[in-house]
Nanobody, 126 residues
């Protein structure tokens, strides 16, 4: 089992920045990939960014590429999402997730992840 707790959400003006953190505990040594997803009211959950546990592979949704950066600190069992140049359309609940095994072409899909946090709200005002 892996437990995930997000933090760092809040209210920010458009153009501002936030850094989300996801602290992992439990059976983290066998993790394979980590990711952030988001879900706005009335919309499907969507992929934001992912990183392999080894750090040698990062993936971003086109909508956040160049503005968001995913990183991880394995020594702290924590991974991050630095969000710059925030836009009102980035307003969502952000969830972190961990996938435990290799799977084909699943780094950017929710099906590739086994454990999820409860989410943290990010609100960007215009």
């Amino acid at each position: 089992q892996v437990q995930l707790v997000e933090s760092g959400g809040g209210l920010v003006q458009a153009g501002g920045s936030l850094r989300l953190s996801c602290a992992a505990s439990g059976r983290t040594s066998t993790g394979y990939r980590m990711a952030w997803f988001r879900q706005a009211p009335g919309k499907e959950r969507e992929f934001v960014a992912a990183i392999k546990w080894s750090g040698d592979g990062k993936y971003y949704a086109d909508s956040v590429k160049g503005r968001f950066t995913i990183s991880r600190d394995n020594a702290k069992n924590t991974f991050y999402l630095l969000m710059d140049s925030l836009k009102p359309e980035d307003t969502s609940v952000y969830y972190c997730a961990v996938g435990m095994a290799w799977c084909y072409n699943c780094n950017t899909t929710s099906g590739g992840y086994d454990y999820w946090g409860k989410g943290t709200q990010v609100t960007v005002s215009s």
